[in-house]
């Protein structure tokens, strides 16, 4: 826990003002909450977090930039919100750009915030942070937001007490659930019993694993590890297909973010892949990529297949699936991309 009061902190960030505020934080051992924190009052205004009226009143804002990242990439998609509802202990906005699963359990911490950019220009963002203060969701206001019906959300959810100060408690990290892990055999029965991804998860923890555990237990017909080239290769595979649509799901414990459609553009510079196109920006650290993993998991339809990238702590990064239409089988062009990517053997995988 910080020591920092508020005004330390706007003391210190006047001598950094053109550092980006999460390095600025980690840097001075803050959480960016509490940086965002310590100007409510001065361009920042504290909100009470309420998905349900967020997701209610941004379709009136019009053209936005919806925000979600980990420490290894950030996914950032332009366009409405549409659909969205929410309930205590989750929340799903279906657009045809902005695509999100919310769990709402993460998010303690709300905030407009606006800032003076060097232009003289007024940006608009709001900001939502976990019991860490880490950030779980952002959105930007771009020049053809409506800018009556974002202060008048802003208004609505502005909270009563506007506190400078954000206790940031540090997640304690959870031990792998008690009890034996289940056996390659249970892992491969129950694997291929799936009949839709989304269940994934559920046997994972049932079966008391990880995902890099099943993945090195369940064998190759099912899962095996690609080279730390992968990622780089699919992505320029998919933008050399320009009628291939693909899936890019980022997301941290507050957020899942999804991308549909083909890649226009992946360019390296230096550690970072960049995506750059109309609707959607990317930007991954392959340098942060310790493991990669082709997929598959049976559906009723059929299996999918998938690339997953983790860190050195086994913390999934990003997945990439090809984009199917609804009750039809995963295109074979997809199938071919991914099957394509070096393998690494596996006994040097983990």
């Known amino acids: 826990m910080t020591t920092h009061t508020p005004e330390a902190i706007r003391d210190l960030r006047s001598a950094n003002t053109k550092m980006r ?25 504290r909100l009470v977090v309420d998905i349900a009226a967020l997701l209610e009143g941004m379709p009136a804002c019009g053209e936005v930039m919806a925000l979600t ?14 659909k969205g509802r929410a309930s205590e202990h989750s929340a799903i906005v279906l657009g045809e750009q ?32 976990d019991g860490a203060g880490e950030a779980v969701f952002k959105i930007h206001a771009r020049p053809a937001t409506d800018l009556v019906a974002w202060q008048a959300l802003v208004e609505r959810l ?9 206790v940031a408690m540090p997640y304690a990290e959870k031990d792998q659930a008690a009890g034996t892990p289940a056996s390659a055999e249970e892992l491969r029965t129950s694997w291929d019993q799936l009949t839709d991804t989304h269940q994934f998860f559920g046997m994972l923890k049932r079966l008391n694993l990880t995902r890099i555990q099943a993945m090195n237990m369940i064998g190759e017909s099912h899962a095996w590890p690609v080279s730390s080239e992968a990622t780089a290769s699919l992505l320029q595979g998919a933008v050399a297909q320009p009628d291939l649509s693909i899936m890019v799901f980022v997301g941290n414990p507050g957020c ?14 230096g550690p970072w892949l960049n995506v750059l196109d109309e609707t959607f920006h990317m930007h991954l650290r392959l340098d942060h ?62």
């Open 21 to 45: 505020e999460r390095d600025f934080a980690r840097i001075h051992r803050i959480s960016e909450a509490e940086l965002v924190a310590a100007y409510v009052g001065q361009g920042n205004t």
């Open 69 to 82: 990242r980990n420490e290894s990439v950030v996914h950032e998609k332009i366009g409405p919100f549409e």
């Open 98 to 129: 902005i695509d999100l699963r919310i769990f709402p359990s993460r998010w303690k911490h709300g905030f407009a915030v606006e800032k003076l950019s060097e232009e003289g220009e007024v940006r608009r963002s709001l900001q939502f942070f």
């Open 158 to 166: 502005t909270a009563p007490e506007q506190s400078q100060v954000v």
């Open 256 to 269: 899942i973010q999804i991308h549909s459609g083909p890649i226009k553009s992946a360019t390296p510079m």
């Open 289 to 350: 990529i310790a493991q990669a993993w082709v997929v598959r998991k049976p559906t009723d339809r059929g299996h999918v297949t998938s690339l997953e990238c983790y860190d050195a702590e086994e913390r999934l990064i990003v997945q990439f699936f090809g984009k199917r239409v609804e009750g039809h089988d995963e295109r074979p062009a997809w199938r071919a991309l991914t099957e394509s990517l070096p393998r690494i053997p596996q006994s040097t995988a983990a």
